[in-house]
């Protein structure tokens, strides 16, 4: 069975920690600012499964500006992509369904609903 990937753009370790014991089973790919999220998702679009970024982020890209950029050239990932975050307001007008913007920090079985119409719903990925 092929794993499924995830990026999880997030800076800070604590959270870093509740994503690996989340998602047991996927290949989890961490970057720390919105800068390395924007390469790393540009190098194969396609490859992510589910990308999942907070809003406030180490450098100067938020994960808003990172949703809105990759969006605009990649609209098949606004399916893709879930926030976590402290500052839920800083992303109004994006419309991205409210399940799939979660406030810190989030319980399992939120986090396993916002999952809701990504390729990691039927999957075994997450425990």
């Not at 540009?42 to 589910?50: G, V």
């Not at 319980?107 to 039927?122: C, D, K, S």
């Amino acid at each position: 069975m092929l794993k499924s990937n995830v990026l999880i753009i997030e800076d800070e370790h604590a959270s870093r920690r509740v994503y690996k014991k989340i998602f047991r089973e996927a290949k989890i790919t961490y970057v720390g600012s919105g800068e390395e999220a924007i390469a790393k998702i540009l190098e194969n679009p396609s490859r992510w499964d589910l990308i999942i970024s907070d809003q406030v982020l180490a450098g100067r890209i938020p994960g808003r500006d990172i949703y809105v950029h990759l969006t605009a050239y990649h609209p098949h990932l606004s399916r893709r992509f879930i926030f976590a975050t402290k500052r839920r307001d800083e992303l109004a007008g994006l419309g991205i369904a409210p399940n799939r913007v979660l406030s810190k920090p989030f319980r399992r079985h939120e986090m396993v609903n916002a999952l809701q119409g990504t390729r990691l719903h039927e999957c075994q990925a997450i425990r």
